[in-house]
């Protein structure tokens, strides 16, 4: 049972908070990549990309993890610049969101990119379900 009486159960907020760090993890990579010096800002942005990928796979886990529809992602080709701008819809019982994505040059990074917008505002609605 992931809601009761319309808040989150304490096994799906426990879900999302696994991940919390993690969101937290990437926002540290993506505001030292900025303030970093000559070569740095190169092994911030890979392990930033890193973060991000991991982000799908972190996605998928907290839906099997709630037994909930797994994510269903939709990924649109930019026709001017060549960049892939994703969105991503979870479909539960008790709620449904769906999210976009920034534009990215490739087709799995704007999926994991989309997915990884859907993780913090997840961990939104936990933390106002408290």
């Keep these: 049972t992931l809601l009761s009486e319309g808040k989150m159960t304490p096994k799906a907020v426990s879900i999302i908070s696994k991940y919390k760090e993690t969101c937290s993890d ?23 990309r890193e973060a991000l990928l991991r982000h799908c796979q972190e996605l998928d886990e907290i839906c099997r993890g709630a037994h ?39 087709p799995h990074e704007a999926r994991c990119s989309a997915a990884s917008n859907m993780i913090l505002e997840l961990h939104k609605k936990a933390e106002q379900e408290q």
Excluded at 78 to 100: K, P, Q, W
């Design 26 to 48: 990437m926002t540290e990579v993506t505001n030292s990549s900025c303030s970093g010096d000559g070569g740095q800002p190169i092994t911030k942005r890979k392990k930033l």
């Design 68 to 106: 909930w529809i797994s994510p269903r992602y939709t990924l649109l080709p930019s026709a001017s610049d060549g960049m892939y701008h994703a969105s991503v819809r979870l479909r539960c019982l008790d709620f449904e969101m769906s999210i976009t994505g920034d534009l990215r040059p490739t």
